[in-house]
């Protein structure tokens, strides 16, 4: 090939390079960036604390509910005694919709979702009470010890 | 990326990379069959390498292999149009570097616990760190290579690895800053190192990377704040200890004072970059062989002169996206080791890639670091692939966490079970 048709030819080729790295770089960016800022939400949500929330059953459940029953809460969790409970406690002091727990990370956010007794701590449970580490929480007649799950540390076990 | 999309973006790199290959092949007048053989292989290895990696393991990030595919495609063209004698190394060393990942990314997946080779690492890194002052030679007033039987190896570029494995291991348990002296002394054993055979690139990365992860591990003010102190008193330091130093910050600051001697390569590189334009020369327009070291540190200089502008963005898009997926992937981690890991080999690879383009566009001084994946280079190739392995091991779904999955979902059961 002649030193002039191949300089045109390469002056012609450099157009569709650039057209088809714009195409490869464009599937590669779509959802990249979405991605990175849907990730750093959750991690920010979760923050550098708890990954969930442990209940541990203490007292009032009789024989049907047994004593150190563990329930969990990873984010939200409707607990009541009803099937679309995320906790189910059947026990007759518990309303089927009793109360709403939010977990974010660092405090446990209470709501009532009926007029059926709910406390943390012996206080009676409002549109935003919190519960820390350590709390006792009560739903009707049962309470439970609220306990933070640390986050996992490392897989690995020291030699 | 759903399956569509990785077809269609592998597709395209798969014509970018037949088209310029084809095209150069009839640079030297005549048609070169080695520019058909390479239109051929990359292909074949771009389809492999994405499709197998994607089947075999749950959760590999394709768009990260397609990143580094393209970039090892861009690194490929450049280096056949430059120096079609070596092309044919480069692609070998593609293949190996393929081959690393695969095993990289198996062992950082399956294996349990890398604490009992820490002390392994620490000693066999430092000593092999250390063999290019016992038997290599100078070169570009640097002592950081060996030759092994007519292969040269650059243990700098393999020590990063052992650097991301160090770091991930120590930091990986919140404990007193007194126990994990290992590290430390493994970091400035390092760095010393580098420093005594005046590689002050590599060692620029190393610290960047320790201070970095460091500071994520533990968010730590202080000792990052002394680290932060620390490098830059180095910084210094080794500006009044070493002329080369003294005058690379002179060429930075005014290269047209001196552009025939200390001033020359980066007036050279600049002047290919403007030459280039928005759209480039044309493959095998430009004249690269200008530049000192055209074809290692300054490739960058060359993709802006006969790919354009518009290329050398997309290129500097590619390692910031490459940033991006990295730092996903370490904020996805199951683990704090694995997520330490990730971060601590995303940080290696940007900060390089920082360094040296910034060093080439004239935004810092110049320092002799490689572009990874496009540079020439048998150690630095394959240390990127090595160092991306590491990245999709933590990306992969393993048994461990199936299993723990499964565990949980059990205790759900029994939750409900009331």
Known sequence: MPRQAYEVAALAVRYALALLAGVTLLLVARGTVSQFLRVVRKRRALGDGALSVQLTLEAGGGEALPRGLTFFVEREALIGSGRSCDIRLGHPSVAKQHAQATFTGHELLLRPVSDSPATVSGAPIGPRSIAHHGDVLSIGELSFRVTFQAAEQGGEEEA | ?418
């Open chain 2, 1 to 418: 990326m759903t399956p569509r999309q990785t077809y269609a973006a592998l597709t395209a790199i798969t014509a970018f990379a037949v088209l310029s290959l084809g095209l150069l092949s009839f640079q030297g007048g005549a048609f070169d069959p080695l520019g058909a053989l390479l239109a051929l292989a990359v292909p074949v290895i771009l389809w492999f390498t994405v499709l197998f990696l994607t089947r075999t393991f749950e959760g590999v990030d394709a768009p990260l292999l397609i990143i580094v595919e393209f970039l090892c495609a861009v690194g490929l063209i450049v280096q056949y149009r430059l120096r079609p004698d070596t092309a044919l190394r480069q692609l070998m060393t593609m293949g190996g570097g393929t081959a690393c990942m695969i095993v990289a990314l198996a062992l950082v997946a399956r294996v349990r616990s890398f604490m009992p080779l820490r002390w392994p690492i620490i000693a066999g890194s430092i000593l092999f760190l250390c063999v290019p002052l016992a038997i290599g030679q100078w070169t570009n007033g640097a002592k950081n290579w060996f030759s092994l039987a007519g292969v040269s190896v650059q243990p700098s570029e393999f020590c990063k690895l052992s650097l991301v494995f160090v770091l991930a291991l120590y930091l990986q348990r919140k404990c007193g800053r007194l126990a994990k002296w290992p590290l430390l002394l493994f970091f400035c054993g390092a760095v010393g190192v580098l420093v005594l055979q005046r590689d002050l690139g590599t060692a620029v990365i190393y610290a960047a990377t320790a201070i970095l992860v460091y500071f994520a591990a533990t968010s730590d003010y202080l000792l990052t704040g002394a680290g932060l102190a620390a490098s830059a008193a180095g910084g210094v330091a080794s500006y009044f200890a070493f002329a080369h130093v003294r005058r690379r910050v002179a060429a930075w600051r005014n290269p047209w004072m001196d552009v025939d001697d200390t001033g020359h390569q980066i007036v050279q590189g600049l002047m290919a970059i403007g030459s280039g334009g928005v759209f480039g020369l044309g493959l095998g327009n430009g004249a690269p062989r200008a530049i000192p070291a055209y074809y290692t540190d300054y490739v960058f200089a060359v993709v802006c002169e006969e790919m354009g502008l518009v290329i050398g963005v997309m290129v500097l898009t590619f390692y910031a996206l490459l940033t991006v997926r990295g730092v996903v992937i370490a904020l996805q981690a199951r683990d704090r080791f694995r997520a330490l890991l990730a971060l601590g080999t995303t940080c290696l690879l940007s900060v390089q890639t920082l360094l040296i383009i910034g060093g080439v566009i004239k935004l810092i001084p110049l320092t002799g670091v490689t572009l990874p994946f496009i540079s020439y280079g048998g150690s630095s190739m394959l240390s990127s692939f090595l160092l991306i392995g590491v990245l999709q091991g933590v990306s992969v779904r393993s048994d461990d966490q199936d299993r723990s999955d499964e565990k949980r979902a059990a205790l759900r059961e029994r939750e409900w079970l009331a």
